[in-house]
């Protein structure tokens, strides 16, 4: 009998994505980029790159059945990543954001979600089927902003999903373009890192929304005795384990073009090491998924060709 797989879940938003220099737009037409982003995409992409065979990647979202959705699944699938857990019976195209780069080589953010399908993914009939095919999973995956764009009926369940599986992280992305009241956001985040094993925390999300001043701050309020505190504080990552003691990691950053999935690059392919070989100590995870970060924000965009991943024992 052969053994079934094991079965990582990604859950998100993917939008499309403008880009471009939009300097002498006052004047003139702009050369745009069109391509697709979303935290967790980017995560369930170096995830499935690194993963050995017997792990299925999938990336669980919602979409309509307009062309760009399409092409999104298209996308997905072409980084084997399996499709199954897509909703696809929305009533509009996916979210879009744009980033604009100005004179001065400044990037500005704007955003066009607010009829995305994504934001009832787990509503109604078909998201009860749609939880009731993730529940259970062996690595479950979500983020500050999947929280977010969804209403607290929606959350209670994304909490019970990632509480049932065997392994379940989340990235803390706060945003406060997302999270509008403080307060309610401190608390949703306190309830998710008590029900997640792995925590993800860049230390200026979390300054922003709790207000600390010092990285060690951070593992008063997330570090427990069942969970992974990884954050990420300059050139620097800190981590504590349950109740291990805090150690400290220096991890330099070399040439930067671009940071915009430095975090969710390092945090798929930490759960595909991590996934791959059980006894791969944290320190030696930590490093080769920041070489991994390091040649990522070389390159311009999100994704990197698959020719430039480097090449990794695990």
Same mark, same amino acid.
């Given at each position: 009998?052969?053994?079934?797989?094991? %079965?990582?879940? &990604?859950? #998100?938003?993917?939008?499309? *994505? /403008?880009?471009?220099? !939009?300097? @002498?737009?006052?004047?003139?037409?702009?050369?745009?980029?069109?391509?697709?982003?979303?935290?967790?995409?980017?995560?369930?992409?170096?995830?499935?790159?690194?993963?050995?065979?017997?792990?299925?990647?999938?990336?669980?979202?919602?979409?309509?059945?307009?062309?760009?959705?399409?092409?999104?699944?298209?996308?997905?699938?072409?980084?084997?990543?399996?499709?199954?857990?897509?909703?696809?019976?929305?009533?509009?195209?996916?979210?879009?954001?744009?980033?604009?780069?100005?004179?001065?080589?400044?990037?500005?953010?704007?955003?066009?979600?607010?009829?995305?399908?994504? %934001?009832?993914? &787990?509503? #109604?009939?078909?998201?009860? *089927? /749609?939880?009731?095919? !993730?529940? @259970?999973?062996?690595?479950?995956?979500?983020?500050?902003?999947?929280?977010?764009?969804?209403?607290?009926?929606?959350?209670?369940?994304?909490?019970?999903?990632?509480?049932?599986?065997?392994?379940?992280?989340?990235?803390?992305?706060?945003?406060?373009?997302?999270?509008?009241?403080?307060?309610?956001?401190?608390?949703?985040?306190?309830?998710?890192?008590?029900?997640?094993?792995?925590?993800?925390?860049?230390?200026?999300?979390?300054?922003?929304?709790?207000?600390?001043?010092?990285?060690?701050?951070?593992?008063?309020?997330?570090?427990?005795?069942?969970?992974?505190?990884?954050?990420?504080?300059?050139?620097?990552?800190?981590?504590?384990?349950?109740?291990?003691?805090?150690?400290?990691?220096?991890?330099?950053?070399?040439?930067?073009?671009?940071?915009?999935?430095?975090?969710?690059?390092?945090?798929?392919?930490?759960?595909?090491?991590?996934?791959?070989?059980?006894?791969?100590?944290?320190?030696?995870?930590?490093?080769?998924?920041?070489?991994?970060?390091?040649?990522?924000?070389?390159?311009?965009?999100?994704?990197?060709?698959?020719?430039?991943?480097?090449?990794?024992?695990?």
């Amino acid at each position: 009998m052969m053994n079934k797989n094991k %079965k990582a879940v &990604f859950i #998100g938003e993917c939008m499309i *994505e /403008l880009s471009g220099s !939009i300097a @002498n737009l006052s004047k003139t037409s702009a050369l745009i980029n069109i391509n697709f982003g979303g935290d967790t995409y980017n995560s369930a992409v170096y995830f499935s790159r690194l993963s050995s065979n017997k792990t299925t990647t999938f990336y669980s979202t919602a979409l309509g059945k307009d062309s760009f959705s399409e092409q999104m699944v298209s996308r997905f699938k072409s980084e084997n990543i399996n499709c199954d857990y897509i909703r696809r019976d929305g009533n509009h195209p996916p979210g879009l954001y744009s980033i604009a780069t100005d004179e001065k080589g400044e990037r500005n953010f704007s955003y066009w979600r607010n009829e995305s399908p994504s %934001k009832l993914i &787990f509503s #109604g009939l078909k998201g009860r *089927e /749609l939880i009731d095919n !993730i529940l @259970n999973s062996d690595i479950l995956y979500y983020s500050g902003i999947t929280a977010s764009i969804i209403d607290k009926t929606q959350q209670i369940e994304l909490i019970k999903l990632g509480r049932s599986a065997s392994i379940s992280a989340f990235d803390f992305n706060y945003r406060d373009k997302l999270h509008f009241n403080k307060k309610e956001s401190q608390l949703l985040f306190k309830d998710i890192n008590n029900n997640v094993n792995i925590h993800f925390i860049s230390y200026d999300d979390a300054k922003e929304l709790f207000d600390i001043n010092n990285p060690n701050e951070i593992f008063e309020i997330a570090s427990n005795n069942k969970n992974l505190v990884i954050l990420r504080y300059k050139n620097k990552i800190l981590y504590k384990k349950k109740n291990e003691e805090l150690k400290t990691i220096t991890v330099p950053h070399g040439e930067v073009v671009d940071t915009t999935a430095a975090g969710d690059a390092f945090n798929g392919s930490f759960l595909a090491l991590m996934n791959n070989n059980k006894n791969i100590s944290i320190e030696e995870n930590i490093l080769i998924s920041h070489s991994i970060t390091r040649e990522v924000i070389k390159h311009k965009g999100a994704i990197i060709p698959k020719e430039f991943m480097p090449k990794i024992l695990n």
